[in-house]
């Protein structure tokens, strides 16, 4: 656990700020926690080999946390924030998946008409 001291504005958003960390936010206006990209990944393809439980995901995680002096004193449980961004995490990949799919699928049918492949 690290905390992240960082200045907003509107020209520079938090969650933005985050993402250079290699974070993602809990929420994009009230942030309390990030998770780690890797983290999120790591659950992501956990996920896939697996039926997705985030409830014991996170309750092994807390007690893992708690083992090596890292007590989590959030308004909300661990559980919570953590579906949370896990669920905006996978709409973001999902999305920016299917945007360079049509990109690139654009860009082919627009070399085939104008004669370059």
Known sequence: LQVITISCCECCL???QLMTHGLFACTPVT???AIDIQVLELV???FVQMTPNSTVWC???EKFLNERGY???TKDSLRHQFS???HWYTVLTIMSLDYL???ISNSQCAGADSGFS
């Open 14 to 16: 938090a969650p933005l």
């Open 31 to 33: 942030l309390s926690l």
């Open 44 to 46: 992501k393809n956990l």
């Open 59 to 61: 309750d092994a995680l």
């Open 71 to 73: 007590k989590l004193n």
């Open 84 to 86: 949370n961004v896990y």
């Open 101 to 103: 799919t049509t990109f």
